[in-house]
């Protein structure tokens, strides 16, 4: 019953956060729309933020758990930014609030995670050291991070499915000439 009533008080959070911004949010918005009471949601959260936080980590764990194995980086992109894209104005509500931090570092974590798959399938044939590995996912992490960041902040207002396929060819062709570079340094 717990996991229930926890997962309960997340889902209304996610839905009232669709409909405003997490400062006109309160915990009695949340037991209301819940149908709890007070008690109950500082059973499970000191805050609102302590939600947040928790919503998020709840999010990135379930990407992470389902990681696509045999997809190209385009779809793994896409499935990894689901929760971006399913949830744009909560993330754009989260992005301009003090929990921006959280928004950061879900994507941090769930782009590190599938970039590193991918250079790894791209270096399979070549004898890379685990250091270059580490040094191209990071180039490329961060470079997608940013850039998604800067999408954010934007508003969102390019068309997602046209801005992760741009990415994605980026990356695409620019992966063997990295590798290529890391060997010669050596």
Known sequence: MPTFTKNAIRETFI??????????????????????????????YADIYELVEDVIITEKDKVLKEVGEGTN?????MRSADLVINFRSAILHLYHSKSRDTVVEYLQAVVNNFVEKFVRKAANEYDLCDSDIRYITLFYSYSIVGSTIEWIKGGM??????????????????????????????
């Open 73 to 77: 980086f385009y779809d793994e992109y």
């Open 157 to 186: 207002q390019d068309v997602q499915d046209q801005f992760i396929k741009d990415i994605s060819a980026s990356f695409d062709a620019t992966i063997e000439d990295m590798i290529k570079e890391r060997m010669n340094k050596k």
């Open 15 to 44: 839905e009232l956060l669709k409909k405003k911004s997490i400062d006109k949010i309160t915990v009695k918005d949340i037991v209301e729309e819940c149908g709890i009471n007070r008690n109950t949601f500082y059973y499970y």
